[in-house]
């Protein structure tokens, strides 16, 4: 069993649309959890960040961590074509970012 | 904007060949990270170095790659020999000392590698 689940989508999505994004994990021990955005053939960037169970704001952006089931989310309000990317999961506790498969989102204009 | 430096940002080779790739990270920045991302998948750790010590290469193909950061400040990774399973791109991230495995990491554009 892979560390990190994480639908590969694609995903696509007009723009405007509420866009929510999902990854589970099994290993207890992952401390924080982030979401990086990666756009086609660049490296990925962070966009949020969180060590807690609970909701994250940023923008348009909001995090949401369920350390008890183990599963968090990313929800993406008012999409922009600009959004168009690779969002992946990542998780880090003893070691270095674990990062999940990714799911490709397109926001159609 | 401080940026982590890759080079080269594409790389064509033959398998059995040698190829090295280069990154400079963010001044300052302690953690460096060697991470692999094959096509559709998300990266994978190679190896990890606080300054120029090694913390993790746990997954790091030993027989056939290489990495270093001699000085603590610039570090390559190498390939000999390639194989054809090699090709992917390979990404280079930095983070701050007092945050090594809080998870913000500042990665570099990547060099894409083909193996033929």
């Known amino acids: 069993q892979k560390e990190v689940e994480q639908d590969p989508g694609p995903l696509s999505v007009p723009e405007g649309a509420i866009v929510s994004l999902n990854c589970t994990y099994s290993n207890s021990a992952f401390q924080y959890f982030m979401w990086y955005r990666q756009y086609s053939r660049k490296g990925p960037e962070l966009l949020m960040y969180?060590?807690?169970?609970g909701n994250k704001e940023d923008g348009r952006f909001t995090a949401q961590v369920d350390k008890s089931s183990k599963y968090i989310s990313l929800f993406i309000r008012d999409s922009q074509p600009s959004d168009s990317a690779t969002y992946l999961c990542?998780?880090?506790?003893?070691?270095?970012?674990?990062f999940g498969s990714g799911t490709r989102l397109q926001v159609q204009p | 904007e401080a940026e982590v430096a890759q080079s080269p940002r594409y790389k064509i080779t033959e398998k059995s060949q040698a190829v090295a790739f280069w990154c400079d990270p963010i001044?300052?920045?302690?953690?460096l990270y060697w991470y692999r991302q094959i096509l559709g998948q998300g990266p994978e750790l190679l190896v990890q170095?606080?300054?120029?010590?090694?913390?993790?290469d746990s997954q790091l193909p030993k027989d056939r790659f290489s990495a270093e950061r001699l000085k603590g400040v610039d570090s390559t990774l190498k390939i000999q020999p390639a194989e054809l399973g090699d090709s992917a791109m390979y990404l280079c991230a930095s983070s701050g000392f007092d945050r090594p495995n809080t998870g913000e990491l500042f990665f570099g554009e990547g060099s894409r590698l083909t193996v033929l």
């Open positions: 969180t060590y807690s169970s």
């Open positions: 001044s300052g920045h302690a953690t």
């Open positions: 170095f606080q300054d120029e010590s090694v913390v993790d």
């Open positions: 990542a998780y880090t506790g003893r070691r270095a970012l674990t």
